[in-house]
C-alpha cells in the first residue's frame, strides 16, 4: 500500500475559508440557510466551515447539524460491510431554508442521493447545494456534481482518498492511497 | 458496528451483553427516526414479514405492525382466530403456507412455550418470539430495560423489582435474564402462590412484603394478574390482592425516595396499580410504550441484515 499527500493542512486551511467565502457570497448572513454535514465524516467538515464563518467572518447565528443517512442507503444487505449508523441532530426546521449539504469526499453520489431522501422526514426545504473538500470526478454512478469543490482529484476506482481531521486523527491533511 | 449473534430472537437467554448493548445503540437511532415528521425509512422495502399471532394481543401486534410499516417492509397478518388452525392444520404447515408466500420474517406469538424455538429447527425464516405462553417475551424485556436505561442512565447496578403474577408471566422470566445480563439486582415480589418454586434458582431475591420490596428498589414493575392463565384460585379476591399488592399514591408517597414505575400492560386499573400512580410522573408506562416501536425497529433492522439476499 502506497500513499500520498494530495492537501496538507495550510493548503486544507486556504481552501477552507475560500469555501467559506463562496458559500458568504451566495448566501449573505444566512437567515434562510442552513449547513448541514453528512455522517460520518461530513460533520467534521460542516463543523470547522461553521466555525470559519463565526469567527473570522462575524457571521452570526449560523445554525448547522448533521444528517444520518444509513438507513436511506440503497446497499442494505448488499456487501459484507455492516452498516453502522451515527446520530443525526438537526434542532431547527428546514422547510423553506435553504440546505448547504457538506460531506468530505464526493466519489459515487450513492451517499448524496440517500441524503437528498432522508432530508425529506424532516420538511421540504426550498433549495438545496452540495460542498465537497475532494471531488473524485471520474467516479460518479449517478447524476450528482458538488455546488462548492475544495478540490478536484482524478483517482482510479482501486484508490481511496482519505480526509484526516484534527479533531478526530489529530492531523489535516488529505491522502491518496493506493492499495 | 458488529452484528448479532443470534439469526433469531426466540429469547432474552439466548442473547449476550453485547447483543443487548447493539440493539439498545440501534434503537437509539430509531427513536429519533420515529420523531421525525416523517417517520418512515425504506432499508426494508426488499423484505416480507409475516405476523402470526395464535394468541390474542392488541399492542404487541400494533407495536410490531408499526415498527415493520416504519421500515418499509411488507407486512401480512395472521390471527389464529380466523385460520385454519381451527380446522386442524398444524403449526409447521399453517407457517410453510405462509413462507411459501416468499415471506422473509416470521413475528410469532404462540400460546405453547418453545414454539418460536420449535419452529426455527423447521423453517428457513428469521424467527422473532412475541410471547410464547408463559415462557420468553423478549421484545417486552427489551424494551423495559431500554426504558430503564433512558429514565436513569443506565441499567447497571439498579435495583429492580417485579411486583405480582410472576408465575404466569413471560414478560418476568425475560426481564429477568435481560436485567441479571445487564448487571441489575432483580427482586421478584408477590404472594408465595404466584411465584415459581425455582425462581430463587434464576439469582433473584424473591419477597412477599410489597412495602419492603419498595423500599429495597429503584424500579418497581407492576405485572398484571393474569386471571386467563388462571386454572385455580391463587388468591382468596381480587380486593385482597389489590390491597396487597397493588400499588396506591399512598403507599408510594410514604417511601423516602422516588422511585420509577413501569407496567407491561394491559392496566388493571385499581388492582395492581392505581390510576394516579398510572398517570404520575413516576409512572414511564407511556415511554415503554413508545420505546416498544424503536426496539421492534432495532430488533428486525438487524435481524433483516442477516438475511442473505
Redesign the interface.
Known amino acids: 500500500m502506497s500513499q500520498r499527500v494530495l492537501l496538507n493542512a495550510k493548503e486544507i486551511n486556504i481552501i477552507l475559508h475560500r469555501l467559506a467565502c463562496q458559500l458568504i457570497e451566495n448566501h449573505g448572513d444566512f437567515s434562510d440557510t442552513v449547513l448541514i454535514g453528512l455522517q460520518p465524516r461530513g460533520k467534521f467538515l460542516a463543523e470547522r466551515l461553521a466555525q470559519i464563518l463565526k469567527t473570522d467572518y462575524k457571521i452570526k447565528n449560523i445554525q448547522f447539524g448533521h444528517l444520518d443517512i444509513t438507513f436511506f442507503r440503497d446497499d442494505f444487505r448488499r456487501g459484507e460491510k455492516i452498516l453502522e449508523a451515527n446520530t443525526t441532530e438537526i434542532n431547527f426546521v428546514v422547510e423553506d431554508k435553504n440546505i448547504v449539504f457538506i460531506d468530505d469526499v464526493l466519489y459515487t453520489g450513492r451517499s448524496i442521493r440517500a441524503a437528498l431522501t432522508a432530508i425529506q422526514s424532516f420538511g421540504r426545504p426550498n433549495e438545496i447545494e452540495l460542498l465537497t473538500l475532494i471531488d473524485r470526478r471520474f467516479s460518479r454512478h449517478l447524476p450528482i456534481q458538488p455546488n462548492y469543490r475544495g478540490r478536484q482529484v482524478d483517482a482510479i476506482n482501486e484508490e481511496k482518498v482519505k480526509v484526516n481531521w484534527m479533531e478526530n486523527e489529530g492531523e489535516d491533511a488529505v491522502y491518496l492511497i493506493h492499495s | ?3 448479532l449473534s443470534v439469526d433469531h430472537l426466540l429469547g432474552i437467554k439466548y442473547l449476550n451483553k453485547a447483543d443487548i448493548k447493539l440493539i439498545f ?2 434503537a ?2 430509531f427513536k ?2 420515529i420523531n ?9 422495502r ?1 423484505i416480507t414479514i409475516a405476523n402470526l399471532f395464535f394468541e390474542n394481543s392488541t399492542r404487541t401486534k400494533l407495536s410490531f405492525e408499526l415498527a415493520e410499516k416504519r ?1 418499509s417492509a411488507d407486512v401480512i397478518n395472521f390471527s389464529a382466530s380466523q385460520s385454519s388452525v381451527k380446522k386442524g392444520e398444524t403449526l409447521i404447515d399453517t407457517v410453510n403456507n405462509i413462507l411459501s408466500m416468499k415471506v422473509d420474517m416470521v413475528v410469532m406469538r404462540h400460546p405453547n412455550p418453545g414454539a418460536g424455538v420449535f419452529l426455527s429447527n423447521h423453517i428457513g425464516a428469521s424467527i422473532i418470539n412475541a410471547g410464547d405462553g408463559a415462557h420468553e417475551h423478549p421484545t417486552q424485556a427489551l424494551l423495559d430495560s431500554f426504558s430503564i436505561r433512558e429514565r436513569l442512565g443506565s441499567v447497571e447496578g439498579k435495583n429492580v423489582v417485579i411486583v405480582g403474577d410472576v408465575l404466569h408471566s413471560r414478560v418476568a422470566l425475560s426481564n429477568i435474564y435481560a436485567l441479571k445480563l445487564q448487571g441489575a439486582n432483580v427482586m421478584v415480589c408477590g404472594p408465595k402462590t404466584l411465584l415459581p418454586k425455582y425462581i430463587g434458582t434464576l439469582g433473584v431475591k424473591v419477597e412477599t412484603n410489597l412495602r419492603k420490596a419498595l423500599n429495597w428498589c429503584d424500579v418497581a414493575n407492576m405485572l398484571r394478574v393474569q386471571n386467563e392463565r388462571m386454572d385455580i384460585s391463587y388468591f382468596p379476591s381480587t380486593r385482597e390482592y389489590a390491597q396487597q399488592y397493588g400499588l396506591n399514591k399512598n403507599l408510594l408517597n410514604s417511601l423516602d425516595k422516588k422511585i420509577t414505575i413501569m407496567h407491561p400492560g394491559p392496566i388493571n386499573r385499581g388492582v395492581e396499580i392505581t390510576s394516579d400512580v398510572a398517570d404520575s410522573d413516576q409512572a414511564i408506562i407511556l415511554d415503554q410504550v413508545q420505546n416498544g416501536v424503536a426496539i421492534r425497529m432495532a430488533v428486525i ?1 438487524l435481524l ?2 442477516k ?3
Open positions: 458496528m458488529s452484528e445503540e440501534t437509539d437511532h429519533e427516526v421525525r415528521p416523517i417517520k418512515k425509512v425504506p432499508s426494508l426488499d421500515l433492522y433483516a441484515s438475511i442473505k439476499r
